[in-house]
C-alpha cells in the first residue's frame, strides 16, 4: 500500500478526496499544523508522496506561507527526493515560481477536482516508483 502525507489545516474540506486515495489503496496520513509536521518529520519523509497547502497555521508575518518552509525543510535538509503535490488557493506568480524552482511535482489549485488529484497523485507516485501502470478501472 502506497502512503501520502497529506498536510492541509481544513480537515473537512479534503474528507471526500482522503477517501477516494484510501478506497484505491492509499494510506493516508493527515498533519493540520506546522507543529503536526514537526513533531511528525520521521513519519512524513517515508511518504511516498506528499500533498501540501501552503497556508497552515500558525501563519506570521514573517511567515505566511508556512507551507513553503515546510518545503523547503523537506527538500534541504531531509533530502526528501519524492513527490510533493501543492494543492492551494495561492495562484501569485511568485509564489508559482518559488514553488517550480523547489522542484514540487505539481501544482494543484483549490478546489481540487477528485478525478485530477486521483489522476496526478497516482500518476507520480507510480512514476516514482519505476512500476509499470495497470488501468483496473476503478477511479
Not at 18 to 41: F, G, H, M, P, S
Not at 85 to 105: F, G, K, N
Amino acid at each position: 500500500m502506497r502512503k501520502i502525507a497529506w498536510i492541509e489545516d481544513e480537515a473537512d474540506a479534503i474528507s471526500s478526496l482522503v477517501r477516494l486515495l484510501e478506497l484505491n489503496n492509499y494510506e493516508v496520513a493527515r498533519y493540520r499544523t506546522r507543529e503536526d509536521v514537526d513533531e511528525k518529520i520521521g513519519e512524513i519523509i517515508l511518504a511516498d508522496a506528499i500533498i501540501l497547502d501552503l497556508v497552515l497555521p500558525p501563519a506570521t508575518e514573517e511567515e505566511p506561507y508556512q507551507g513553503i518552509s515546510i518545503l523547503k525543510q523537506l527538500r534541504q535538509i531531509y533530502h526528501y527526493i519524492n513527490p510533493v503535490v501543492v494543492c492551494s488557493v495561492v495562484r501569485t506568480p511568485d509564489i508559482i515560481a518559488t514553488l517550480t524552482d523547489m522542484d514540487v511535482s505539481a501544482i494543484l489549485h483549490k478546489p481540487i477536482r477528485p478525478s485530477v488529484l486521483f489522476e496526478v497523485v497516482g500518476r507520480l507516485v507510480l512514476q516514482n516508483s519505476g512500476e509499470k501502470e495497470i488501468d483496473d478501472g476503478t477511479i
